[in-house]
């Protein structure tokens, strides 16, 4: 599995995702797909990446066609596949292709993307204010925190991407790392990230009424 994943990302030659919408059927073999998934589900590393690098530029492409913003589409590749372990606990091999039941997670992503730009109702927004003014400090807190125990190339990627706002070929270009390396450096991070916050409380939803 590892080496499948080095292999790919060795030959990779990209400065971003592509809009790619079909599937080099040689580069996803069905029993090197499947069995990426039954390890990815158990969050081994080389699976999820694996599978990020076979199916990124896909679900991306399909992201993109509804969000129509690349940097949102983006953030949401990314989310996809931070989530794909949970996810996978409900995917049964055989009962639908893996890049089918992919792509159909990542619509949902983007559909939630959308429902949650929609306009919030101004009396919801004067409510909640003063609770979330309260709450940021803490929030940054636990983020800062978050961040520390990350690996060193995590947390640069991280950093030039969400802080610096640099592109994924402006991070590989500073710090000499390929694209495919720095994408899958933010999916680890993003990963590690989730469950951090989630232990202490300040995850997307964590603290919801």
Do not use: C
Not at 42 to 62: I, K
Not at 107 to 133: G, I, M, W
């Amino acid at each position: 599995m590892r080496r499948a994943a080095d292999r790919l990302e060795a030959t990779a030659a990209r400065s971003g995702y592509r809009r790619r919408r079909h599937l080099d059927t040689e580069l996803h073999a069905e029993a090197l797909v499947a069995a990426a998934a039954e390890r990815a589900r158990d969050g081994e590393d080389d699976a999820l990446r694996l599978l990020y690098l076979l199916y990124a530029d896909n679900v991306f492409g399909y992201v993109l066609a509804i969000v129509r913003d690349e940097h949102d589409a983006e953030d949401l590749t990314s989310e996809v596949f931070a989530r794909l372990p949970r996810a996978l606990r409900h995917y049964k091999h055989g009962a639908t292709p893996f890049a089918a039941w992919l792509l159909r997670v990542a619509r949902n992503a983007a559909l939630d993307h959308l429902r949650a730009q929609r306009s919030v109702p101004l009396a919801e927004v004067h409510a909640k204010s003063a609770t979330a003014e309260l709450q940021a400090g803490e929030r940054l807190d636990a983020l800062k925190a978050a961040l520390a125990v990350l690996p060193d190339d995590q947390r640069q990627v991280m950093l030039l991407r969400l802080v610096a706002g640099l592109t994924p070929a402006e991070v590989a270009e500073r710090l000499g790392r390929s694209v495919d390396a720095v994408h899958a450096l933010q999916h680890r991070a993003r990963r590690r990230l989730q469950a951090e916050l989630t232990q202490s409380g300040w995850a997307p939803g964590s603290r919801a009424a």
